[in-house]
């Protein structure tokens, strides 16, 4: 059974500050991973896919890895700002293409 | 950008009543999903359907819930008869193809079992 864990729980930073979350899967039997950015209270927001083919991804200021085969996936946001403050969610994607698995998520707050 | 649909916003309902969740996936999509989130705890997975049928379910999926798409265009969840410990948000998902395009979510239906 796929388990996700997402290090740390909580980050507080500074507004521009560089910042790494970390997302590590059990089961490295993925089709891709996605991650996720939620508000308090609201639904999920897509930021980012990387196939399992792909080793990383970038959107703007997102810059998301995979390293399938250690089952670790990063999420690096860089110059962070208030307006990134959220919970990001990581979730890969069953072998068989049925069922994301979430992780608790990561918490982040981004002070002016 | 296209958008999954979710109504109503917040229900709440008496324990032992049935609910229906309705969702609006994204027009071209083919994959559907439901989830759930107790509040505080992590998204979890219920149920995935395609081509009319379920293709996979979680442990959580039991015989008080129920999948179906009565349209083209519509996609519910019923649950027959709730309890307090369905008190939860409900995230609906549509995916062109899980493999290539990844999910998207709708804003969520918060049931409140009382």
């Known amino acids: 059974k796929q388990e996700v864990t997402q290090i740390p729980a909580a980050l507080s930073v500074p507004e521009g500050e560089n910042l790494v979350l970390n997302c590590s899967f059990t089961?490295?039997?993925?089709?891709?991973l996605q991650w996720f950015r939620q508000d308090p209270g609201k639904g999920l927001t897509s930021l980012l896919l990387?196939?399992?083919?792909?080793r990383e991804q970038t959107s703007g200021r997102l810059n998301a890895s995979l390293d399938k085969s250690s089952g670790r996936s990063t999420l690096y946001i860089a110059a962070s700002q208030p307006g990134d403050s959220a919970t990001y969610l990581c979730?890969?994607?069953?072998?068989?293409?049925?069922?994301?698995?979430f992780g608790k998520g990561t918490t982040l707050s981004v002070s002016s | 950008e296209p958008e999954v649909t979710q109504t109503p916003s917040h229900q709440v309902t008496q324990m032992g009543q049935e609910v229906i969740l309705h969702c609006v996936p994204i027009?071209?999509?083919?994959?559907f999903y439901w989830y759930r989130q107790i509040l505080g705890q992590k998204v979890e997975f219920l149920v995935s359907f395609y081509n009319n049928e379920i293709s996979e379910k979680s442990e959580i999926f039991d015989d008080q819930f129920s999948v179906e798409r009565p349209d083209g265009s519509n996609f519910t969840l019923k649950i027959r008869s709730t309890k307090l410990e369905d008190s939860a948000m409900y995230f609906c998902a549509s995916s062109q193809s899980t493999t290539d395009y990844g999910y998207t979510f709708g804003s969520g239906t918060r049931l409140t079992v009382v």
């Open positions: 990387i196939q399992s083919s792909q």
């Open positions: 979730a890969p994607l069953n072998q068989a293409g049925t069922a994301l698995i």
């Open positions: 027009s071209n999509h083919l994959y």
């Open positions: 089961d490295s039997a993925i089709y891709n």
